[in-house]
C-alpha cells in the first residue's frame, strides 16, 4: 500500500442554507478543496450521502455532482452508510490511492436536509424498518434508550450529558463555520424541551444544510500540492447489530471499538497517543460511548468526562474542538468529511482559537444509525 | 396628502387557551408558551365569519370618521377566509354598512398580507382623486390544522380603515412594499388548511421581507427606530414581531402597544392591521408609528404614519381594542371549539 495525504479541504457554512441546492453545496465545497491544492485534475471522486433521494428526491449523484464541479468524465461514485457515508466515503478515497489505482482522488460529503422533507422520518429509515421503526422509535427514542442504559448501568447523570452540550459549545462558539457558534449554559442545558427522556432538546445535534470535501495523494506527490500534507495513517470500519435491542450490551457501542482497533493497529498507535478527536456526538450520551469505545476513557467511566474538563480544549484529550455535531451542525452525509477538516486543521496548526497545542495525531469517528456502522480514521502531521 | 380618517376593529368573544389545546394533543404548555409566546386565541362563533367581522370593525371606523357611507367609493376586504370561494365578501358587507351602489369592490387575498393591501390600493385611489373616500379592510377566521403548530395560533378577527383627504387622523407619510416567490405557507383550492413549510416561513419568509420593507421605509423617510412612538409587524406567534422588531431597534415600550398576538393569536390579514388600531386608541398627536404587514407566499407593506391633533377627538367614538380584548370571554373546551371550527363531522 502507497502512503496517502489530504492536501486540500473546502467546506461551505453549515446551517439552514436556504439558498443553497444539494449541487450549489457540493460545487462549494468541491472546488474549495481543489483549490486549497491548486489542484486542476480528477482521477476519481466520492460522494457520502445519506439520502438524496429521500431529502430532495435526487439520486445518482456521483455523476450529477462531477457534472457539476466541471469534470464530467471522471469515475464518480455514491456511497452511503446513514450518518457515517461521509467517513465512509473518505475510506473508499484512501483505498483507491492506497492501492495504487488513482492518485488524486477528491472525498466530498453532502446532506441537504432542510428541503421540506420530513427529517425524523427520513433518519429513521437508517434504524431497523422490521424491528425498530415499525414499532414508531425514531432516533432520538434510540438514543435515549442508550442513555437510559448507560446512567443505569454506571450512574451517568443527566447533568453529565448536558456538560457534553455545555462543552462542545464553547468550542463550537469558536468555529466560524458552526451553524450554532455560541454557548449554553448547563442550566439552559437542563432546563431546555423534553425531546425524549432523558434528551433534551440541547441534548441532540439539529437538522442541517452542509457539504464538506478532502483532496488526496500518494504522500510521495503531496508536495506538488501543498507543503503541509496531513497523512492518513490509519483506516477502520465495522458494523454492529442493525438493532439496538439485539445488542448484548445497549450502553456499549462495539462497532466504535471495533473500527477504532483497527484504525490504531494500522497506525500502529494506541489512544493515549492521540492528541486530538472528533467524534460522533449526534446526541451527547453518543459522546460519551464513543469516548469509551475509543479507549480515550475507561468503560463506564465517560460521564464525568467533559464537565471535569478531561475532552475539553486544554484538557488530556481535546474531543470535538469543532463544536461537534452538537454545535457545528449534522448534516448527516458530511459530517464525517467536515470532522476530518477538523483534524486537517489541527494538525497543520490553523485551528485559530481552538487550536490543540503541539497537535500530531488526530482521530476522527463517525457512526451511522444508533453504531450499526463506524469507521475510524487516524491522521498524522507531516 | 391623504390619511386615515376612521378606523375600526373587531375582536371575538370566544376564546381558547394553549393549554387547553396543548392537552388535547399529549404536548406541554409550557413549551409551546415559552416557543411561541401564545397564552390564548379568539375563536369565531357560528353566526360570524369574515363578512362580519369586516361589517362591525367597519361600522366602528364609519362613526370615528363621521363620514356619510355614501360617499366611501371603494371597498376592498383582504382575507383568506373569504366565505365564498365565488361571490365578494365585500358586497355583503357593504350593503350592511349603506355603502354603494355607487362603489368600486374587490376582494383581496395574499395570505396575511391581503389586509394592507387592501388599505395600500384604498390609499392609493383617494391619493388620486379618483374616489374621495376609499375602506380597506383586513379579516380573517383563520385555519389552521388540528394538530398543527398553526392550531395554536390562527384566530379571528380584523380591522377597517377609511382613507382621505381631509379631517385626518393619522398622515400616512410613506409606503413602502417588498415582494418575492417565496412559497412559504399556501392552501390549494380546495384544500381545507393550509400547509407550509416548517422552519422555512421564518429567516427566508418573514424576516427577510418583514425586515427588508421595514429597514427600506426607514432609508426612504431618513427616519431611524428611536423617532417613533409606536411600531407593529405581522404577528404569527409571539416571538417573531419581538426578534424583528428588536433587530430594527425597537424597544419593548414601542412594541407592546401593538403586540396583540399573545391573548389575540394570528387574524391572519387581520393581524397587523388590528395591531395599529390598538395603537390608534391610545396614540398621542404626532406620535410617528411604523406598521409592516407579512403575507406567505411572499411579500411585506410598510406605512409610516403620523397622528394627528384630531385622532383623539376620535379614540372614543368606537370599542377600542383593549376593550376587545380584555372585557367579557368566553372560554371554550377544545371540545366546544372543534364544533365551532366545524371540526366535528355531522350529518346534514
Redesign the interface.
Given at each position: 500500500m502507497r502512503e496517502v495525504a489530504i492536501v486540500g479541504a473546502g467546506m461551505t457554512r453549515f446551517g439552514e442554507l436556504w439558498k443553497y441546492s444539494l449541487r450549489d453545496m457540493f460545487v462549494e465545497a468541491a472546488s474549495g478543496a481543489l483549490q486549497d491544492a491548486g489542484a486542476d485534475r480528477l482521477d476519481s471522486m466520492y460522494v457520502g450521502c445519506m439520502s438524496g433521494g429521500q431529502f430532495v428526491g435526487q439520486e445518482h449523484l456521483g455523476p450529477l455532482m462531477a457534472d457539476h464541479l466541471g469534470m464530467a468524465g471522471v469515475a464518480a461514485t455514491h456511497v452511503e452508510s446513514a450518518c457515517a457515508s461521509g467517513g465512509v466515503a473518505l475510506r473508499q478515497a484512501f483505498m483507491e490511492v492506497a492501492s495504487g489505482m488513482s492518485d488524486v482522488v477528491l472525498a466530498a460529503g453532502i446532506e441537504k436536509m432542510n428541503d421540506g422533507a420530513d427529517v425524523t422520518n427520513v433518519l429513521a429509515t437508517a434504524a431497523d424498518q422490521e424491528t425498530e421503526v415499525y414499532y414508531g422509535v425514531t432516533f432520538p427514542g434510540l438514543y435515549a434508550m442508550i442513555a437510559r442504559a448507560h446512567m443505569e448501568e454506571y450512574g451517568t447523570t443527566e447533568e453529565d450529558l448536558a456538560w457534553v452540550a455545555v462543552k462542545n459549545h464553547k468550542q463550537g462558539a469558536l468555529n466560524e463555520k458552526a451553524q450554532f457558534p455560541r454557548e449554553v449554559t448547563l442550566e439552559e442545558v437542563m432546563n431546555s424541551s423534553i425531546v425524549s427522556a432523558p434528551l433534551r432538546l440541547l441534548h441532540c445535534s439539529p437538522v442541517t444544510d452542509g457539504a464538506a470535501a478532502v483532496l488526496l495523494c500518494p504522500l510521495d506527490m503531496a508536495k506538488e500540492f501543498t507543503d503541509a500534507p496531513v497523512k492518513i495513517v490509519g483506516s477502520g470500519m465495522a458494523t454492529g447489530s442493525m438493532a439496538l435491542a439485539d445488542r448484548e450490551d445497549p450502553a456499549f457501542l462495539d462497532s466504535v471499538e471495533k473500527s477504532g482497533a483497527q484504525a490504531y493497529k494500522m497506525a500502529g498507535i494506541g489512544p493515549r497517543d492521540v492528541n486530538v478527536a472528533e467524534v460522533h456526538d449526534c446526541f451527547t450520551i453518543a459522546e460519551i460511548c464513543c469516548t469509551e469505545a475509543l479507549g480515550f476513557v475507561e468503560k463506564g467511566k465517560g460521564g464525568p468526562a467533559a464537565k471535569e474538563g478531561f475532552t475539553a480544549l486544554g484538557g488530556c484529550i481535546p474531543v470535538n474542538t469543532s463544536g461537534g455535531l452538537k454545535s457545528k451542525g449534522h448534516p448527516v452525509g458530511a459530517t464525517g468529511i467536515a470532522q476530518t477538516i477538523e483534524i486537517f486543521r489541527q494538525l497543520r496548526g490553523e485551528a485559530g482559537a481552538r487550536q490543540v497545542e503541539n497537535a500530531r495525531i488526530g482521530l476522527a469517528q463517525n457512526m451511522g444509525g444508533s453504531g450499526a456502522s463506524s469507521v475510524v480514521h487516524i491522521f498524522e502531521g507531516v | 396628502m391623504a390619511g386615515i380618517v376612521g378606523y375600526g376593529a373587531y375582536i371575538p368573544r370566544k376564546r381558547i387557551t394553549t393549554d387547553e389545546i396543548a392537552h388535547q394533543w399529549g404536548k406541554?404548555p409550557a413549551?409551546i408558551q415559552r416557543?411561541l409566546l401564545l397564552k390564548e386565541k379568539s375563536v369565531p362563533g357560528f353566526d360570524e365569519d369574515t363578512i362580519t367581522i369586516s361589517v362591525a370593525a367597519g361600522r366602528s371606523a364609519i362613526d370615528r370618521a363621521n363620514v356619510d357611507p355614501q360617499k366611501i367609493g371603494a371597498l376592498y376586504i383582504g382575507s383568506e377566509s373569504h366565505p365564498y370561494a365565488v361571490k365578494p365578501s365585500g358586497t355583503v358587507a357593504a350593503e350592511a354598512m349603506g355603502i354603494g351602489p355607487e362603489v368600486h369592490i374587490a376582494d383581496f387575498e395574499f395570505a396575511c398580507k391581503a389586509g394592507t393591501e387592501a388599505m395600500f390600493v384604498a390609499l392609493g385611489l383617494v391619493e388620486s382623486g379618483r374616489v374621495e373616500y376609499a375602506m380597506g379592510i383586513g379579516a380573517d377566521t383563520s385555519q389552521g390544522a388540528p394538530d398543527d403548530a398553526l392550531e395554536f395560533s390562527a384566530s379571528a378577527g380584523g380591522a377597517a380603515y377609511i382613507f382621505g383627504k381631509d379631517k385626518l387622523i393619522a398622515d400616512v407619510l410613506e409606503t413602502y412594499s417588498y415582494t418575492s416567490d417565496t412559497p412559504d405557507f399556501w392552501r390549494r383550492e380546495g384544500e381545507f388548511y393550509p400547509r407550509h413549510?416548517?422552519?422555512?416561513t421564518g429567516?427566508?419568509a418573514y424576516f427577510t421581507h418583514v425586515l427588508s420593507a421595514s429597514q427600506a421605509i426607514l432609508d426612504k423617510t431618513g427616519l431611524k427606530a428611536d423617532d417613533f412612538a409606536y411600531a407593529v409587524f405581522h404577528m404569527p406567534n409571539g416571538k417573531f414581531p419581538l426578534t424583528a422588531g428588536k433587530k430594527l431597534g425597537f424597544k419593548e415600550e414601542q412594541l407592546k402597544t401593538g403586540w396583540l398576538v399573545h391573548t389575540m393569536g394570528n387574524t391572519y390579514s387581520g393581524s397587523s392591521p388590528t395591531g395599529l388600531a390598538a395603537i390608534l386608541d391610545v396614540a398621542k398627536p404626532g406620535d410617528l408609528i411604523l406598521l409592516t404587514s407579512f403575507g406567505s407566499g411572499a411579500g411585506s407593506d410598510s406605512f409610516v404614519l403620523k397622528a394627528t391633533d384630531r385622532l383623539p377627538e376620535v379614540q372614543g367614538l368606537a370599542p377600542t381594542v383593549r376593550s376587545m380584548l380584555d372585557g367579557p370571554r368566553q372560554y371554550l373546551t377544545y371540545g366546544e371549539y372543534a364544533k365551532f371550527r366545524e371540526k366535528i363531522i355531522v350529518n346534514d
Open positions: - | 406541554d413549551v416557543g413549510g416548517g422552519r422555512y429567516e427566508p
